[in-house]
């Protein structure tokens, strides 16, 4: 229910979702874990380290804590702390690709694109074929797989390979053609980021719209901080519209931080 709410863009009822079943499952750390990015996509991140540190008390050495610490520095901008962080948590994980392409994006965001370069090759070798295609079930890998393609086409961008970037770039058009923008297997705004490299102001503007009047509104499992600091986006940052659509969007959850706030010990049903 709590993914579902997210990817509609209620984040204040996923929020309350996810913290009944944290108070119900209180030992389980991923339950934790999701409460903190509830907070961050509420904006709110002194509720998010709260949560933290408490797990951190109960669970200090679980996967779920490294990787809500590596989620709050990077919310942050505390990029030495999450790039060691995120270093740990590779090493701990060797066979869960997405945390190299967590510690790929935060490295090339630090200027570091030879590394993140490395990183994403030895991590997704298939996506330097001549030809790519995406998987489109189970949800998570085809959601995981559409969002690793377009960081290392970031990545591939900015070394100035741009035959090997449309290359990905075109199988991640081919996926997310088959999939839903807000709901099920969602692309949320990965075609933003399509349009974004191709210097298609237009659609990129057109692409971000849509994804607000259709409810998109972000979430911290993809979007590790605000759109407006995302490196991948730096051609739109200073585009008034796009500077209008950040507005519209912060003070919308700001409504739902208040929301929740007014309904976090109610019950729901």
């Not at 559409?146 to 770039?169: C, K, M, N, Q, Y």
């Not at 739109?236 to 739902?256: G, N, S, T």
Request: charged share 30%; aromatic share 10%; proline share 4%.
């Amino acid at each position: 229910m709590s993914h579902l709410q997210t990817q509609l863009g209620q984040l204040g009822e996923a929020q309350w979702w996810i913290r009944e079943a944290r108070r119900r499952n209180p030992m389980n750390p991923y339950y934790w874990m999701f409460e903190c990015y509830g907070f961050l996509d509420l904006r709110d991140s002194k509720s998010a380290e709260d949560c933290v540190r408490e797990l951190s008390e109960t669970h200090p050495d679980k996967i779920a804590t490294v990787t809500a610490w590596a989620t709050i520095y990077c919310y942050r901008g505390e990029w030495s702390k999450a790039i060691a962080t995120l270093e740990s948590l590779s090493a701990r994980t060797p066979g869960f690709r997405e945390h190299i392409v967590w510690l790929a994006e935060v490295v090339a965001g630090q200027g570091d694109i030879e590394r993140a370069r490395r990183l994403m090759a030895d991590a997704y070798p298939e996506f330097l074929e001549d030809r790519v295609e995406l998987p489109l079930r189970p949800i998570y890998f085809a959601e995981a797989s559409s969002h690793a393609a377009i960081s290392f086409a970031a990545i591939l961008d900015a070394s100035g390979e741009t035959e090997r970037r449309d290359v990905l770039l075109r199988a991640v058009e081919e996926r997310i053609a088959t999939m839903h923008r807000t709901r099920g297997i969602a692309y949320g705004i990965v075609d933003v980021y399509v349009h974004a490299m191709r210097d298609d102001r237009d659609r990129a503007i057109a692409g971000l719209r849509e994804a607000l009047d259709t409810g998109w509104r972000g979430g911290t499992v993809v979007s590790l901080y605000p759109l407006g600091r995302d490196w991948k986006l730096a051609n739109l940052h200073r585009d008034p519209e796009f500077i209008a659509m950040m507005d519209e969007l912060e003070a919308d959850i700001a409504v739902q931080r208040q929301w929740f706030e007014d309904h976090k010990d109610e019950p729901l049903f």
